[in-house]
């Protein structure tokens, strides 16, 4: 008898309703936001008028950048010709680009160069580097020459040495050398002097990139690899200062930090503000001295040299601040419609009946 009582009340379904508790039952106090017409239409007017204040702020920063730009690529189209067109790519080529400034160029003054026409984000390439060997490993280990599989075909030589640094970004790197010369009257010249060093950010120099071991004899360090096959400098001759040399160099740096369209720009030198340039570059007749030598007619690219000051806010870039100025303008206005309607459609008191 009791067996059957207890098959009956195994058999009985369960309830799936939740307990009847306070927090399952959703009867716990809460605060519920109470929406008026008059913190909708002021929350609106506020946030709009803080996108206007800083999209305008950001427009007026940034149109008092100056910059000048030059497309050398056109103007040592004789260099073209020789350097890439010719049978010999090892033909040096030197040329200049005169421009004049108007007006004096004051405070900080940076110059960059800028290439048009060149994927530095296409899949393949940005993949094309190998990390380990960028942070000091020792490039001639078999670790590193397999590990360096994203590289290929710029991993190895036929004869099996090592490229180091190696990978497509590395191997392309850009590789013209500009000076800046002034021309304070027809007679004389001046070397603008500018600064190599500190233009990268400082995670990139101290954290993500280190020379291999001995740092302090880059060339036993390097021994055993060659050089990328389009690079004409091995790469602990990149520069003659010690802090500036191998894969610690400031360019290298910046050209490994690849660009997301294919017309960018990355920095290359900074004005040093001494002697006649203590306060900027002062008006007159300037020129850019180039060794051309990185190919870009084989893409229908163009070669360019910026040089540009620096605002609060950055670069010479308007999206930003035309963003902040279109979103708050639309914001503004729609608080406007919104009030129109709310002045329109609300509830007039009733007037109370007249008692005789």
Request: net charge positive.
């Amino acid at each position: 008898m009791g067996k059957k009582k207890k098959e009956e009340n195994e058999n009985v379904p369960t309830s799936k309703c939740p307990d009847n508790t306070a927090f399952k039952q959703q009867r716990i106090p809460a605060w519920k936001l109470t929406l008026t017409p008059e913190s909708v239409l002021s929350s609106f007017f506020i946030i709009g008028l803080f996108c206007l204040a800083v999209g305008i702020s950001l427009l007026v920063a940034t149109t008092n950048i100056k910059e000048i730009w030059v497309t050398y690529s056109d103007n040592c189209s004789q260099c073209t010709k020789i350097r890439e067109n010719s049978s010999n790519s090892e033909v040096p080529c030197s040329c200049f680009a005169d421009f004049y400034l108007k007006e004096s160029v004051q405070g900080d003054v940076f110059m960059y160069y800028g290439l048009s026409n060149f994927f530095q984000n296409h899949r393949r390439y940005v993949i094309s580097r190998f990390d380990t060997q960028l942070l000091g490993r020792n490039v001639t280990t078999k670790e590193n020459i397999q590990g360096g599989g994203f590289c290929a075909p710029f991993s190895t030589y036929s004869n099996g040495t090592p490229m180091a640094p190696c990978g497509a970004i590395a191997n392309s790197m850009f590789n013209d050398s500009i000076t800046l010369i002034y021309k304070p009257n027809s007679t004389s010249i001046i070397h603008v002097p500018l600064l190599k060093t500190g233009n990268t950010w400082w995670s990139d120099k101290n954290v993500k990139f280190s020379n291999p071991k001995p740092k302090d004899d880059l060339v036993q360090a390097f021994a055993g690899s060659a050089r990328p096959p389009y690079w004409q400098k091995p790469p602990y001759a990149l520069d003659l200062d010690p802090n500036n040399n191998g894969y610690i160099n400031d360019d290298f740096i910046n050209w490994m930090r690849v660009a997301a369209f294919p017309f960018f720009r990355k920095l290359y030198r900074r004005l040093s503000r001494k002697a006649e340039f203590t306060d900027g570059l002062p008006a007159g007749n300037y020129s850019f001295f180039i060794d051309y030598n990185f190919p870009v007619s084989r893409f229908g690219g163009k070669k360019h040299v910026i040089l540009s000051t620096l605002s609060w806010c950055g670069g010479n870039n308007m999206f930003l601040g035309i963003a902040y100025t279109v979103t708050g303008g639309a914001i503004v206005l729609t608080a406007f419609v919104m009030l129109g309607v709310h002045l329109k459609k609300r509830k007039k008191p009733r007037r109370p009946f007249a008692v005789r």
